[in-house]
T-cell receptor, first 110, second 114 residues
Framework: EDQVTQSPEALRLQEGESSSLNCSYT??????LFWYRQDPGKGPEFLFT???AGEEKEKERLKATLTKKESFLHITAPKPEDSATYLC???????????FGAGTQVVVTP | SAVISQKPSRDICQRGTSLTIQCQVD?????MFWYRQQPGQSLTLIAT?????????ESGFVIDKFPISRPNLTFSTLTVSNMSPEDSSIYLC???????????FGPGTRLTVL
């Protein structure tokens, strides 16, 4: 059975304190791994899609990487506005049906 | 990126009633998806809505409970039927980009069933 596991469940950071979130998966035929940011009361905001091991993508203070078993979302020198829940999801079909992990809640304090 | 709107943004409903949620996209898309996010949980796919054919439901979700319409390439509705408090959730629609390498979500509909 396909599984997506995110860790840690919650992360509290000081402003400027870099850290990484983990998304591990067991799936046959990965077609894409997605990262989203979700603020309270809002829909998920698309960040990245990764397709193959070794791939990396960056956006501002965020960098996503992918191996054959897991993906990391690195947050460099975070600011309070980076506080959110970060969701990892994967798809194994060509249409993009997503299976989500439970998410990591990140709080960045000044 | 696609601009997606949902109506209503939130509602409080009585047990046994039904609510229809609308999802409108600013461009034509082939596939639309409906997800549920229960309180404190992550997202779970309910069904895939393809224009011109019946929706495809995921395990644990049935058409009688969650009927879906997809009358054209920019619009879809999800109905939550015969509601119970367990249906209290955020319901979200999403669409893929033309190449399916991005997927965008609407703002969600927060449903509370009393």
């Amino acid at each position: 059975e396909d599984q997506v596991t995110q860790s840690p469940e919650a992360l509290r950071l000081q402003e400027g304190e870099s850290s990484s979130l983990n998304c591990s998966y067991t799936v046959s035929g990965l077609r894409g791994l997605f990262w989203y940011r979700q603020d309270p009361g809002k829909g998920p905001e698309f960040l990245f899609t990764l397709y193959s091991a070794g791939e990396e993508k960056e956006k501002e203070r965020l960098k996503a990487t992918l191996t054959k078993k897991e993906s990391f979302l690195h947050i460099t020198a975070p600011k309070p506005e980076d506080s959110a829940t970060y969701l990892c999801a994967l798809t194994t079909d060509s249409w993009g049906k997503l299976q989500f992990g439970a998410g990591t809640q990140v709080v960045v304090t000044p | 990126s696609a601009v997606i709107s949902q109506k209503p943004s939130r509602d409080i409903c009585q047990r046994g009633t039904s609510l229809t949620i609308q999802c409108q996209v600013d461009s034509q898309v082939t596939m639309m998806f409906w997800y549920r996010q229960q309180p404190g949980q992550s997202l779970t796919l309910i069904a895939t809505a393809n224009q011109g054919s019946e929706a495809t439901y995921e395990s644990g979700f049935v058409i009688d409970k969650f009927p879906i319409s997809r009358p054209n390439l920019t619009f879809s509705t999800l109905t939550v039927s015969n509601m119970s408090p367990e249906d209290s959730s955020i319901y979200l629609c999403s669409v893929g980009s033309r190449s399916y390498n991005e997927q965008f979500f609407g703002p969600g509909t927060r449903l509370t069933v009393l």
